[in-house]
T-cell receptor
Framework: GAGVSQSPSNKVTEKGKDVELRCDPI?????LYWYRQSLGQGLEFLIY????????KSGLPSDRFSAERTGGSVSTLTIQRTQQEDSAVYLC???????????FGDGTRLSIL | QQQVKQSPQSLIVQKGGISIINCAYE??????FPWYQQFPGKGPALLIAIRPDVSEKKEGRFTISFNKSAKQFSLHIMDSQPGDSATYFC?????????????FGRGTQLTVWP
């Protein structure tokens, strides 16, 4: 079946611009996670959605980062006023619920010029 | 601080050999320990996972050994193949407020020579 789908696969933008990254989880998965992978910091948790519960935003590095999940399915991660240190691969994962294994998409590689 | 510590950073093994990657953790609330395999340009793929009620889990050529008292776990890849060349990440998650959130090690880049 279809896995986690992320778009775009690559994004190059200028410093100071806003970017939106999209994640389509596996159908029926109620839990959705965003992680960031960078050379310096490895794989870091950003935010987690579980059903209709309030999201766990504890991993967001600054208030320039936000995410929403509409209709319990598709999620969008938004980075405002991008900085060069935001350059990384942004990974989305989903699972049937918070107790089940997470399945990752191939990520969006974000480059800030 | 790093919640899960992984070593070595890189590993070179000859085809047919055993690859061993080690991880350690401090948080006793962790109760789920997966290993992920990642190829360049791809997302991490779940390889095998263990819970602390068992000391070992084997799936094909991949085995997780778990030592609860030492708070350590390791991945053994038997009969390593060139196709196993990838980056491997250990991770942990636990109950309570962090349930579901994965804490990752820094990764081990494995190269298997033919």
């Amino acid at each position: 079946g279809a896995g986690v789908s992320q778009s775009p696969s690559n994004k190059v933008t200028e410093k100071g611009k806003d970017v939106e990254l999209r994640c389509d989880p596996i159908s029926g998965h109620t839990a959705l996670y965003w992680y960031r992978q960078s050379l310096g910091q490895g794989l870091e948790f950003l935010i987690y959605f579980q059903g209709n519960s309030a999201p766990d935003k504890s991993g967001l590095p600054s208030d320039r980062f936000s995410a929403e999940r509409t209709g319990g399915s598709v999620s969008t991660l938004t980075i405002q006023r991008t900085q060069q240190e935001d350059s990384a691969v942004y990974l989305c994962a989903s699972s049937p619920d918070r107790y089940q294994p997470q399945h990752f998409g191939d990520g969006t590689r974000l480059s800030i010029l | 601080q790093q919640q899960v510590k992984q070593s070595p950073q890189s590993l070179i093994v000859q085809k047919g050999g055993i690859s061993i990657i080690n991880c350690a953790y401090e948080n006793t609330a962790f109760d789920y320990f997966p290993w992920y395999q990642q190829f360049p340009g791809k997302g991490p793929a779940l390889l095998i996972a263990i819970r602390p009620d068992v000391s070992e889990k084997k799936e094909g050529r991949f085995t997780i050994s778990f030592n609860k008292s030492a708070k350590q776990f390791s991945l053994h890849i038997m009969d390593s193949q060139p196709g196993d060349s990838a980056t491997y990440f250990c991770a942990a998650s636990g109950r309570g407020s962090t349930l579901g959130r994965l804490y990752f090690g820094r990764g081990t880049q494995l190269t298997v020579w033919p």
